[in-house]
């Protein structure tokens, strides 16, 4: 890698982490996905600095060129990302399935008490908030 | 014993107040609930205005089985002996009631499905729709070691341990009735099926077209699938 591709990608690593690190610093994130990003970053910092190093792990693992490894390493990145993201988008649609249950009970029980009551008007119902 | 008939509902504002009707006179010793799923027309209104309890969703679910997590969470907080459901749409003769609830309380099974192809008799639904149930029953039948015919009744009971089981259990990705009869079978209730005789609709269409109903035994063949996959590793 010449110096001057070198010092172009180093650029280009520092302005995305520096981008990346500022919208998860200002918007609340999970300490999980926190991690995972900082180190998206310093891994994508790491290729112009340690170049020499994927260069060794490329030969040592029969990769035709440390931009294989690269890509590899991005590739798996995304893929165990777009699991861990699957696994918690289904465990949230689960959560919002029960909330949209317990709702709708605890909504009709309030309704049974306020005609027991016999008191009036009666509280908007949670359909006629959201349409 | 406490019973509880649960109508699952979807803009059924023309046949809700019959089927209600229907539920008082065939069957008085059932508690009614009308499970909601944000109807946009009238359903809740005819509901109320009848003096049946209505749990209306806030936000529509998509397909029915949002609506059976909230009748088994309803039926379970309230401690009910056996939960009946049934379609609001004038398709389940409440006069089976009794039949599909005896096995569940005198404890023969934990499910019981109320079969519209056991007798043959009645309302069969449309060729395609029962081509796809004939071939999914085979491979569930393979799945659960028990000859399953009418899978996709949505007239059924439940036990009150097994609506206990459910409440607890239920996730969305049990995707459709043959992955909650696997999740039954796989807690070692037992399941049983009785003839019933079911009706064309009273009014409107199903939601099931040709398309969907093709699409839906694809998809449910997939969650089959997963559940094997699940069960074997």
């Known amino acids: ?131 | 014993m406490k019973k509880l008939a649960a109508v699952i509902a979807y803009n059924e504002e023309e046949s809700i107040g019959a089927v209600i009707d229907e539920l008082r006179e065939k069957a008085p010793d059932f508690d009614i609930v009308v499970i909601d799923n944000a109807s946009t027309d009238m359903t809740v209104e005819v509901c109320r205005s009848k003096g049946v309890r209505c749990i209306s969703h806030a936000v529509n679910t998509g397909s029915s089985f949002g609506t059976v997590q909230t009748y088994l969470q309803y039926g379970a907080a309230k401690n009910y002996d056996v939960v009946c459901q049934l379609d609001a749409d004038g398709q389940h003769d409440p006069s089976y009631l009794a039949a599909l609830a005896a096995p569940v309380l005198s404890g023969q099974a934990g499910l019981v499905i109320g079969s519209r192809f056991i007798e043959k008799v009645g309302f069969q639904s449309s060729l395609l729709r029962r081509v796809c149930i004939t071939l999914y029953s085979f491979l569930l039948t393979k799945l659960l070691d028990q000859k399953i015919s009418d899978f996709t009744s949505g007239f059924k009971a439940y036990g009150k341990d097994l609506v206990q089981s459910l409440a607890r259990n239920y996730r969305r990705e049990f995707y459709d009735n043959a992955q909650i009869l696997a999740l039954v079978h796989a807690a070692k209730f037992r399941i049983l099926e009785v003839p019933v005789q079911m009706r064309p609709r009273l009014h409107g269409t199903s939601e099931f077209s040709a398309t969907r109903s093709v699409i839906f035994m694809l998809k449910a063949s997939l969650s089959v699938f997963c559940y094997l996959i699940r069960r074997t590793c």
């Open chain 1, 1 to 131: 890698m010449t110096l001057y591709l070198s010092a172009v990608l180093l650029l280009g690593a520092l302005v995305f982490s520096f981008v990346s690190y500022k919208i998860i610093q200002s918007n609340v994130v999970h300490p999980i996905f926190f991690s995972i990003w900082i180190a998206f970053c310093l891994f994508i910092i790491s290729i112009p600095l340690l170049s020499f190093l994927y260069k060794w792990l490329a030969t040592l693992s029969g990769m035709e060129s440390a931009t294989n490894l690269i890509w590899v390493i991005v590739l798996a990145y995304i893929l165990f990302y777009m699991a861990y993201i699957t696994v918690f988008a289904v465990n949230m649609y689960n959560k919002i399935q029960v909330l949209i249950s317990r709702l709708a009970i605890v909504e009709s029980e309030l309704h049974a008490l306020r005609l027991e009551q016999g008191s009036s008007p009666a509280a908007p119902d949670a359909r006629e908030l959201t349409h």
